[in-house]
């Protein structure tokens, strides 16, 4: 602020001399006493406009710089903001979904492993270590029309945390140390069903749930990388 407040004094100490100066030449071309100084006052007056001009270029410069850093400080703070939001929807809503949904699941004896293995994070079936299990799982739950839209929500909710950190601009470092491992570690729980619904791309949210495949390659390959350095 003592800086800005330093040039603005700058800048109008300059404009005063400008404007003292461009009087004086004015004088001298209206007073004939005067006519022998004209060419040493306009030499006054251009060597003054040279560095006023760049006082004001220099103004106009410190301003954008200026609006441009408020800008980011924005922009970051928001993300901040939004990732904090995202977080706090997770812990809220999805720890609140799934373990009515695991109870119909284990209720109709249809619970799934903690977390399935999986080979790579393309999500196909081909993805799965138990290729064979985890068909057979999925192709039970679509034939029940209560548990298939129950894992559906659950999935669903996953691509809208998903996408608040891939559209929404939410801050992902914020994101990954605050939910990164349970959020992919629910990825690889429901990975079954998201393998149906992604086969099923009109039925899909977003496409083929793209931001959750993506925050999870992500999170989950920030996360082996930092494992394999330990």
Known sequence: MKSRWNLWVSLSVALALGAAVGYLVGLAYASANLREYRDHLEVIYFLAAGPLVLLVLLAGLTQIVVSVQEISRRSRREAATLAIATCEKYAREFFSLEPKTITKLREAKLLPPNEWKLLDDTFQWQSFADEESARTWAQAIQGSSSLYIAATEVVNLIEAIAMAFIHGKADQEIGYHTIGAPFCQCVRRWAPQLVIM??????????????????????????RLMARSR
């Open 198 to 223: 992604r086969s099923q791309q009109s039925l899909a949210v977003s496409g083929a749930f793209a931001a959750t495949v993506e925050l999870y390659r992500s999170w989950e390959g920030r996360r």
